[in-house]
């Protein structure tokens, strides 16, 4: 017996995107808000008292919820807070799926889902979104925890609101409806919460509210699916300066709303350069852009040598596109400028 | 099938110490540190930049582990950082316990362990520490992971590093050794780190560091079983402030040292004290002092009827003790005070 379970023997482990240390370059590769977060966030670390250092954080992040449930309208028990949206993902495969519960998802989508199958020992059913009847076999698989990306990553694209509560309605398992983007997006499933008991939606603070840094995002159920959560999450999970400043961006709904349109605006204008440019790029309803170019790894690699950084994975489905966060004007105007170099 | 699995539905879940939102209280329950941390924390945080708030964090909290490498002697690919020591605690059950991997640890000690197992599925073997033959017994048990908190929570006593390294050389197992109180005591295992290549040492900067609001841990172990760990904590499981704050205190080893020599010189002068009021109180080599008295559960609650909070656990070795944190000089004379007053 080797020290380690088997199947974390086996696993190769998630790759996180290129963090470049050096400030000087354009780093569009890993979805980020290119904005800084509301001057309230700031306020709120600056006049940080000691005090609640040295003191353990409220467990259940009462502050945010409180914040939370005005701005989304629901009760704080049907709120659970987490160190990113990632742990709230971990939190569902530790809650939901074993080896005898699968979890269930449609692909190409976030690459941590099938890690985080592998690190429960949980067979994972993965449908592609093409297929017709996607969602009748989504429906077949009869998981334990089926999970969509909405909007998807990288496709950057939604599915409807309706669809997504066909799909719920079909389940016999919990619906995990990923938003981590839907800041971006032209609606959301929250209203599907009231009406079905096995939807969870997960939201992040780490793009539409600028704080990738900081690990927070939250997830919205019904009270008694939450109640089963709060005893997989570790008991102090979000700490006491994520939980204060994650507060005071979520109360400055007016900064987060110029934040977000700033974006949408600065994506449309990139995407029509893009396209100029000769790269097929579908709708977006993230903060990214995912483009179309048979040479996608030769381009990425003349990228990377410039200076800019955006995403590639080299998969059958993926390795002839680039995955492209929206930048401030001055990265996307950098990235048309050299993408004209190289492309002529 | 209900949604969720069925060691879930069962558990009843941590239930963390009281924390009481009025500040008006004398709060010795949970063993934060009295004391602020480290003023170069403050600095670190008031100076924090925007930027690094809406990008992601160093996914392995680099700028911590150089600087925890140089106080502790070790490489940096010997230590993996933890959103507090809970986060690599569990970390461990999900690298190494299943249904068919058990863990072992002697009680009584830290209550989350026995949470975790159930969390994770595996079978707990609990090992009286009064036995004769708890290592014996430990090694028997051939878990996948042993546990041994050291100094141990609630008995604030800690077991010798050789007894310990016998332990380690006669496992064929992991052995964590949690020393989240190590700070207070009189030795520690780290040297095991070398000798043994199944030996992971817990640290957390909650209690000597005073950081315990904060949520920062880290684990020591060989290259190997580090890489191991890295492939299940998730990607960015420390936040960006914390790991500003975390490198400023661990670097600032002369507030440190400063901090814990006034919390142990409290610890004895209050253990004089209690033992004064005909309490009995044992060893301790933490920052809280275990305390017996028949009567503990009624002491407990009239000491929070008049605003002290001590922690009281109604379990059959337990229930004739108290565990009280040492606190300021302030907070040790009010209890001493008011227990007087019960008591006469």
Redesign the interface.
Known sequence: ?G???EN??R????V??Y?PGD?DVV?IN?N??????SPK??EA??G?S??????????LADSFREAACKVLGVGSGNIICT??G??LL?ICF??????G?TVAYPIETYS?YEVLAE?Q?CKAVEIPFGNDNWIDDLVKAKS?LTIICNPNAPTSTRVETDVIGELADKL???LLIDEAYVDFAEDNCLRLVEKYD?VIILRSM?KGY??????FGFGIANAE?IA?L???K?????????IA?ATAAIKDQKYFKSNVAKVKSERERLKTELEKLGLEVGKSETNFLLAKYSESGTLYEKLAERGIYVRFWNTSSLSDKLRITVGTKEDNDKLVTTLKEILS
Do not use: H, W
Request: net charge neutral; glycine share 8%.
């Open positions: 017996m020290y380690f379970r974390i023997e696993l190769q482990g998630y996180p995107g963090q400030a780093k890993t980020e808000n290119p904005y800084p977060p966030v700031l670390i600056r940080f000691p005090e609640f250092l040295r003191k353990y954080p409220q467990p160190n990113g990632d742990d971990t530790r809650a939901f799926c074993d080896e519960r941590l690190l020992n334990a016999s398992g919990v096995n780490s600028s704080l990738a840094g900081l690990r699916l089963g709060m005893k997989v570790d008991s102090y999970n979000v700490d006491a300066i994520a400043a």
